[in-house]
């Protein structure tokens, strides 16, 4: 999220194609009301977007200044069905928007400043222009919590991710690290663990915060090497990550690992803010629905992808909430008749 509204925390790092935005020309020909407003440009706001538009539903989609959901992170995306040979995360992307404005979305690249969600039609504000909806879909996301640190911002995609699902296959006989106590950083190390030759827990603490059972797989594992009282205070290379600074939180000595990948697994922030507590969530703030549906506590308000999802948190799996909530959305209006 950014300070001024919404949008999704993609980080800095350059992607190597910039997605197809919607003219200006266009943005400024729409009207201000359609029948279904979609929040997020991630694979599960622009697949309810694509379902959408093909219903003739002509959606607003809007996307934030910065379109693209954490896609724009990935170098190289080898999971998605229909991509073979692979295929970069931001041309992957470029292909949604695309595909979106192929059938009528009309997609604005603005920040989400605030929402009304107690009453139809629903509105939102951005940039000083109003937006209103007969539905809604939220489809905003989950940001990964980063450790703040200038270099590792300057070489995500680049060795550093948040992600071992996504990008573990990369790192095929090296060693990695992953920062984090809970069962996230556990399950990751695991994970790595059939790719990696050595996987580096990093615990800031003593001690760990994940589930009994999580820490004994870990612990008997012949692959992971624990590391209590670790933080990481620089991430070391160039053009990719070639080591780690790590210091001692217990007597301050500083030290060097040589790593070449690290993955942070310190927790991800449901992107909910723009709501301004309109919907409940549950104890980790991500927003609910209700069972086998996409469906919201408020009546014509549908959810999508991360926003809700801290299981599985993959691009297709986002992209199968979008197209949930858009069918839901769509017979939810045929239904009101609206």
Not at 82 to 107: S, Y
Request: charged share 20%; hydrophobic share 45%; glycine share 10%.
């Amino acid at each position: 999220m950014t300070e001024k509204g919404f949008t999704i925390d993609f980080g800095s790092s350059e992607p190597t194609t910039t997605p197809v935005a919607a003219p200006a020309a266009n943005v400024a020909a729409t009207t201000s009301h359609s029948k279904l407003m979609i929040f997020g440009s991630g694979p599960a706001g622009l697949t309810a977007a694509i379902y959408a538009a093909r219903a003739q539903l002509a959606p607003t989609l809007l996307a934030g200044y910065e379109p693209g959901g954490q896609l724009m992170l990935t170098s190289e995306v080898e999971n998605f069905p229909g991509f073979p040979e692979g295929i970069n995360g931001p041309d992957l992307m470029a292909k949604m928007i695309t595909q979106a404005e192929r059938f009528g979305t009309v997609i604005v690249n603005q920040d989400v400043e605030r929402v009304d969600l107690s009453k139809r039609p629903f509105r939102a504000w951005s940039a000083g222009r109003e937006f209103t909806a007969d539905a809604v879909v939220i489809a905003t996301g989950a940001s990964a919590i980063w450790l703040g640190l200038e270099s590792e911002t300057r070489l995500r995609g680049r060795g550093v991710s948040s992600c071992a699902t996504c990008d573990g296959f990369f790192f095929k006989g090296e060693e990695v690290a992953v920062v984090g106590g809970g069962d996230t950083a556990l399950e990751e190390a695991l994970f790595l663990t059939r790719f990696a030759t050595k996987v580096h827990l990093l615990v800031r603490r003593d001690t760990f915060r994940g589930s009994k059972i999580m820490v004994a797989r870990a612990q008997a594992h012949e692959k992971i090497e624990i590391h209590f009282n670790r933080e990481v205070v620089e991430v070391i290379g160039e053009k990719k990550t070639e080591a780690l600074k790590l210091k001692d939180t217990v007597s301050g000595a500083t030290e060097q690992l040589a790593v070449g990948g690290l993955f942070v697994a310190i927790g991800h922030k449901p992107n909910t803010e723009l709501l301004g507590g309109a919907l409940p969530v549950d104890a980790a703030g991500y927003l609910q629905v209700k069972e086998h549906s996409s469906a919201s506590a408020i009546d014509g308000v549908f959810i999508a992808g991360d926003v809700h999802d801290h299981r599985y948190r993959q691009a297709v799996t986002a992209a199968g909430d979008g197209c949930r909530a858009a069918l839901d959305a769509e017979r939810w209006l045929a239904e009101h008749a609206v």
